[in-house]
């Protein structure tokens, strides 16, 4: 029924969209069937865009099953939870016995929030597999939220109600589990601060207004609901009121809000806090054509001391306290109150043009990323010397000396892939997807325990970074909570992609699933086991000309082999970090085939190279238990003596040794014999992600030369703001071996050799080894052809 129902469902679209002129047609009779598709969400306007979630279902392995778990969840989580506490502020009676879900959701200022994720995941559950017990529950909510906004409007032009529902909405269509002031308090002229007086505090007011319209938004894509879509609009119609008028009724009110007032407000840590609530208005407005609600997401917009630090590429998430650029923003910034940020930005730009957004979006990303992310794709961490509140965002190149305490939070890795996703539509470099992939397979996966329930979501808040700390699962009425809800009844949002004109499919991850794209006439189905295997297989059904691109991770080491229907497709150069293009007239029973071989790679901390991570192909594996060895609570590894001219890890260094009863590969270090496992399996043991090189002589094999293992620390990279006690750069820099070792594979012997001198004459320029040193180095090289000979 899917693919009718889009057709049907976007000519509606379109009509709507011509009767308010909010859409020009470029390129008609250019692309085929999909010449009247008007697309909308994210990328709706972009050169690539998203299939809808329910044109994608997901396939039997890891991701169903993280996704099943949850999807229990909310199948048997009881739904009149979440109006208890609308219900009372609309004044309307609720069941016996049934209690808000508690946690930040317990009536307390960040109230109502859960509300709007859990309509997103239940539209998303839908959307899935049409299980009709998911949009049962998300029709009932709907249609309660849109009794208890009629309800609280009523009293607009009358009196107030009684109890919780007495007072008077200041504008129409406001909807909350909050009275609307504390919404209005945030700006002029109270200027309400974070806090948990109910009175006179807020917490991140228009965080919660943004993800009850985001659910409203999401029921409306997933499952056609004109309800919610109606909510969402009055939602919309009372935000453009309460941003520009502003909180009139109070005595002290002084006239509309200015940009003044409005970059004031969003300024404020964690009370200015709005999510992406800039993401919806311009969505709401290419439904409606109402550019008010344009307006509404540009008025989000925090000029004063991040926007135009972002246009000109000037990093400031990090400052001193001298240097702060604004009246009220904190020298460091709070990771998820900004990523979400530039999401909405993104959305602005494609809806209103305006190229700074873009750009804005787009530098934002890159000081994130690689500068302040850990291998598992978090963000944030604790620091020496400065406060311990792991939601902040490291100092940048801060990678090693960040890992102290809590950790990253889930919820901006959430949001750090949803920039990465946006941003690739508009501009398609591979290393957003090499981006996302990373985080998916590792923090969103290992985000969700491997445990059935069905009272508590058991996801993370904080994935922890300390060597040796197990991750906690919950997580009720959280943030994390929340988007983690999402996270895993959307697995299938971007495994493809499609030019706008419909010429190209995108192939960016390699997870089962099947695209039925109906504009096209095409089937595409994916059969793989990634990640736990490393091959797949797609099936065509369907007939005509499209390229296909698929993507060639940057992690891959041995090869990428493309067949189509048996043949090798030699000719095709597959360069990691990039995508390769099949340019053919496909017919049914069309088969391709991937074969990826996964290799063990090591990565080290930009700031720290001795501070490392085992990645095999998309996952990082972590080494499972504690140690109480002097390496500041690290693991401390030595591998170099393992390694063949090969320079493959795999072969002895840390090998696989078989396959646990959940289908999960397994490994042993050769080094101390260390358990080591995908980061992704939900469990509370004790594990480590990052572990410590000790390599103190440089070795070939079992030969010692003896001579210490000497180090460059040219090229370390310097904190853009100083971490208290750490010297920036640092002194471990990359060593001797190191920087061999890189340059593996050695086609002979005589190669390795060369590069061994080569290596050790700059050492000696550089004055860390002496002559004599150099020599004995390359001596026990040029011996070492039969310890180091790979085949
Ligand atoms: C979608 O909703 C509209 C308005 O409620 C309705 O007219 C239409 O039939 C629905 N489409 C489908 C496929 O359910
Ligand atoms: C309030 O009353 C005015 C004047 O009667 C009317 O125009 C308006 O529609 C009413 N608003 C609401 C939300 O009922
Ligand atoms: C205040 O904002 C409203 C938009 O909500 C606008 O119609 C009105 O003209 C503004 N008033 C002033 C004095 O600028
Ligand atoms: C893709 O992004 C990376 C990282 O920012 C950059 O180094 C590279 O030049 C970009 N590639 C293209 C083709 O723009
Ligand atoms: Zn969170």
Redesign the pocket.
């Given at each position: 029924m899917a693919w009718i129902y889009k057709i049907l469902f976007r000519l509606r679209q379109l009509l709507w969209a011509f009767a308010f002129g909010a859409i020009t047609l470029v390129g008609i009779g250019a692309i085929q069937t999909d010449v009247l598709a008007v697309d909308l969400g994210p990328g709706a306007t972009a050169p690539v865009r998203p299939f809808a979630l329910n044109q994608v279902q997901l396939g039997h392995g890891l991701l169903q099953e993280k996704r099943d778990r949850v999807k229990s969840f909310l199948r048997l989580y009881d739904e009149r939870k979440f109006l208890v506490l609308f219900n009372n502020q609309a004044g309307r009676a609720n069941p016996k016995g049934v209690t808000p879900p508690g946690g930040w959701e317990d009536g307390g200022l960040l109230s109502g929030h859960w509300t709007g994720h859990f309509m997103t995941a239940l539209s998303q559950a839908y959307a899935d597999q049409s299980e009709q017990v998911f949009k049962t529950k998300l029709d009932w909510m709907i249609a309660e939220l849109a009794a208890c906004q009629n309800m609280i409007?009523?009293r607009?032009?009358g009196s107030g109600g009684s109890g919780a529902a007495s007072w008077i909405p200041t504008f129409?269509g406001y909807l909350g589990a909050l009275p609307e002031d504390t919404v209005l308090r945030l700006g002029p002229p109270r200027w309400a601060v974070y806090g948990s007086d109910p009175n006179t505090n807020t917490w991140a007011p228009w965080y919660t207004q943004h993800k009850i319209i985001r659910g409203l938004l999401d029921a409306y894509y997933n499952t056609n609901s004109s309800q919610a879509l109606s909510v969402a609009t009055k939602m919309a119609d009372w935000a453009y009121l309460a941003l520009t008028i502003g909180d009139k009724n109070h005595p002290k009110y002084t006239g509309n809000l200015t940009r003044d007032d409005l970059n004031y407000m969003w300024d404020l840590y964690i009370g200015g806090e709005y999510g992406g609530a800039n993401e919806v208005f311009p969505e709401i407005y290419q439904i409606t054509g109402d550019r008010r609600h344009l307006e509404t997401a540009k008025a989000f917009d925090n000029r004063e001391s991040l926007f135009g630090g972002a246009v000109n590429n000037q990093d400031i998430l990090v400052v001193t306290k001298d240097k702060i650029p604004g009246r009220r923003r904190p020298a460091r910034l709070h990771a998820n109150q900004h990523v979400p940020q530039f999401i909405g930005y993104l959305r602005v730009y494609e809806h209103g043009g305006d190229q700074e957004y873009f750009t804005a979006a787009k530098n934002f990303y890159d000081w994130v990323v690689p500068h302040r992310r850990f291998a598992t794709g978090g963000v944030g961490g604790s620091y020496p010397g400065t406060d311990t509140n792991g939601e902040l965002f490291q100092n940048r190149d801060n990678i090693a000396n960040a890992m102290a305490g809590t950790g990253a939070e889930t919820c901006t890795t959430y949001n750090t892939l949803k920039l990465a996703r946006n941003l690739f539509l508009h501009d398609h470099n591979a290393t957003y997807m090499d981006s996302y992939e990373r985080g998916l397979f590792n923090q969103i996966t290992g985000s969700r325990a491997d445990t059935a329930s069905t009272s508590d979501p058991q996801l993370t808040y904080f994935q922890p970074l300390t060597p040796g700390a197990p991750r906690d699962f919950g997580n009720t009425g959280t943030c994390c909570g929340g988007t983690g809800m999402e996270s895993h009844t959307k697995y299938q949002e971007t495994v493809y992609l499609r030019s706008a004109d419909g010429s190209t499919l995108w192939i960016n991850l390699y997870i089962p699933s099947t695209l039925s794209w109906a504009e096209k006439g095409i089937v595409v189905k994916q059969e793989t086991t990634f990640p736990r295997g490393d091959t797949a297989k797609f099936t065509i059904t369907g007939q005509g000309p499209l390229d296909i691109k698929l993507r060639v991770p940057a992690w891959v080491r041995k090869g990428f082999k493309v067949a189509i229907n048996g043949q090798a497709q030699s000719s095709i150069v597959a360069q990691p970090g990039t995508y390769l293009t099949l340019s053919r007239t496909w017919e049914t029973g069309d088969v391709i085939e991937v074969n990826m071989p996964f290799s063990i790679r090591i990565e080290r901390a930009i700031d720290r190279p001795d501070t490392q991570v085992i990645m095999w192909g998309p996952v990082l594996l972590q080494i499972v238990g504690k140690t109480s060895s002097t390496n500041d609570g690290f693991f401390g590894l030595s591998l170099y003596r393992y390694l063949k001219r090969d320079g493959d890890y795999s072969r002895v260094a840390i090998k696989r040794t078989g396959t646990s009863a959940a289908d999960d590969p397994t490994f042993q270090t050769a080094d101390i014999g260390l358990t080591v496992r995908p980061y992704y399996i939900g469990d509370s043991q004790a594990v480590s992600s990052y572990f410590r090189r000790i390599e103190p002589t440089v070795v070939f094999g079992t030969i010692n030369t003896g001579v210490p293992n000497g180090k460059r620390n040219k090229g370390l990279p310097s904190y853009d703001v100083p971490v208290s006690g750490i010297p920036s750069p640092g002194t471990d820099g990359p060593t001797f071996l190191d920087l061999i070792w890189d340059q593996a594979p050695f086609a002979t012997h005589k190669a390795f050799v060369e590069v061994v001198t080569s290596t050790a004459d700059t050492f000696v320029a550089a004055g860390v080894y002496s002559a004599k040193e150099r020599d004995t180095i390359i001596a026990k090289a040029s011996q070492a052809e039969q310890e180091l000979a790979s085949d």
């Amino acid at each position: 029924m899917a693919w009718i129902y889009k057709i049907l469902f976007r000519l509606r679209q379109l009509l709507w969209a011509f009767a308010f002129g909010a859409i020009t047609l470029v390129g008609i009779g250019a692309i085929q069937t999909d010449v009247l598709a008007v697309d909308l969400g994210p990328g709706a306007t972009a050169p690539v865009r998203p299939f809808a979630l329910n044109q994608v279902q997901l396939g039997h392995g890891l991701l169903q099953e993280k996704r099943d778990r949850v999807k229990s969840f909310l199948r048997l989580y009881d739904e009149r939870k979440f109006l208890v506490l609308f219900n009372n502020q609309a004044g309307r009676a609720n069941p016996k016995g049934v209690t808000p879900p508690g946690g930040w959701e317990d009536g307390g200022l960040l109230s109502g929030h859960w509300t709007g994720h859990f309509m997103t995941a239940l539209s998303q559950a839908y959307a899935d597999q049409s299980e009709q017990v998911f949009k049962t529950k998300l029709d009932w909510m709907i249609a309660e939220l849109a009794a208890c906004q009629n309800m609280i409007t009523a009293r607009f032009n009358g009196s107030g109600g009684s109890g919780a529902a007495s007072w008077i909405p200041t504008f129409p269509g406001y909807l909350g589990a909050l009275p609307e002031d504390t919404v209005l308090r945030l700006g002029p002229p109270r200027w309400a601060v974070y806090g948990s007086d109910p009175n006179t505090n807020t917490w991140a007011p228009w965080y919660t207004q943004h993800k009850i319209i985001r659910g409203l938004l999401d029921a409306y894509y997933n499952t056609n609901s004109s309800q919610a879509l109606s909510v969402a609009t009055k939602m919309a119609d009372w935000a453009y009121l309460a941003l520009t008028i502003g909180d009139k009724n109070h005595p002290k009110y002084t006239g509309n809000l200015t940009r003044d007032d409005l970059n004031y407000m969003w300024d404020l840590y964690i009370g200015g806090e709005y999510g992406g609530a800039n993401e919806v208005f311009p969505e709401i407005y290419q439904i409606t054509g109402d550019r008010r609600h344009l307006e509404t997401a540009k008025a989000f917009d925090n000029r004063e001391s991040l926007f135009g630090g972002a246009v000109n590429n000037q990093d400031i998430l990090v400052v001193t306290k001298d240097k702060i650029p604004g009246r009220r923003r904190p020298a460091r910034l709070h990771a998820n109150q900004h990523v979400p940020q530039f999401i909405g930005y993104l959305r602005v730009y494609e809806h209103g043009g305006d190229q700074e957004y873009f750009t804005a979006a787009k530098n934002f990303y890159d000081w994130v990323v690689p500068h302040r992310r850990f291998a598992t794709g978090g963000v944030g961490g604790s620091y020496p010397g400065t406060d311990t509140n792991g939601e902040l965002f490291q100092n940048r190149d801060n990678i090693a000396n960040a890992m102290a305490g809590t950790g990253a939070e889930t919820c901006t890795t959430y949001n750090t892939l949803k920039l990465a996703r946006n941003l690739f539509l508009h501009d398609h470099n591979a290393t957003y997807m090499d981006s996302y992939e990373r985080g998916l397979f590792n923090q969103i996966t290992g985000s969700r325990a491997d445990t059935a329930s069905t009272s508590d979501p058991q996801l993370t808040y904080f994935q922890p970074l300390t060597p040796g700390a197990p991750r906690d699962f919950g997580n009720t009425g959280t943030c994390c909570g929340g988007t983690g809800m999402e996270s895993h009844t959307k697995y299938q949002e971007t495994v493809y992609l499609r030019s706008a004109d419909g010429s190209t499919l995108w192939i960016n991850l390699y997870i089962p699933s099947t695209l039925s794209w109906a504009e096209k006439g095409i089937v595409v189905k994916q059969e793989t086991t990634f990640p736990r295997g490393d091959t797949a297989k797609f099936t065509i059904t369907g007939q005509g000309p499209l390229d296909i691109k698929l993507r060639v991770p940057a992690w891959v080491r041995k090869g990428f082999k493309v067949a189509i229907n048996g043949q090798a497709q030699s000719s095709i150069v597959a360069q990691p970090g990039t995508y390769l293009t099949l340019s053919r007239t496909w017919e049914t029973g069309d088969v391709i085939e991937v074969n990826m071989p996964f290799s063990i790679r090591i990565e080290r901390a930009i700031d720290r190279p001795d501070t490392q991570v085992i990645m095999w192909g998309p996952v990082l594996l972590q080494i499972v238990g504690k140690t109480s060895s002097t390496n500041d609570g690290f693991f401390g590894l030595s591998l170099y003596r393992y390694l063949k001219r090969d320079g493959d890890y795999s072969r002895v260094a840390i090998k696989r040794t078989g396959t646990s009863a959940a289908d999960d590969p397994t490994f042993q270090t050769a080094d101390i014999g260390l358990t080591v496992r995908p980061y992704y399996i939900g469990d509370s043991q004790a594990v480590s992600s990052y572990f410590r090189r000790i390599e103190p002589t440089v070795v070939f094999g079992t030969i010692n030369t003896g001579v210490p293992n000497g180090k460059r620390n040219k090229g370390l990279p310097s904190y853009d703001v100083p971490v208290s006690g750490i010297p920036s750069p640092g002194t471990d820099g990359p060593t001797f071996l190191d920087l061999i070792w890189d340059q593996a594979p050695f086609a002979t012997h005589k190669a390795f050799v060369e590069v061994v001198t080569s290596t050790a004459d700059t050492f000696v320029a550089a004055g860390v080894y002496s002559a004599k040193e150099r020599d004995t180095i390359i001596a026990k090289a040029s011996q070492a052809e039969q310890e180091l000979a790979s085949d």
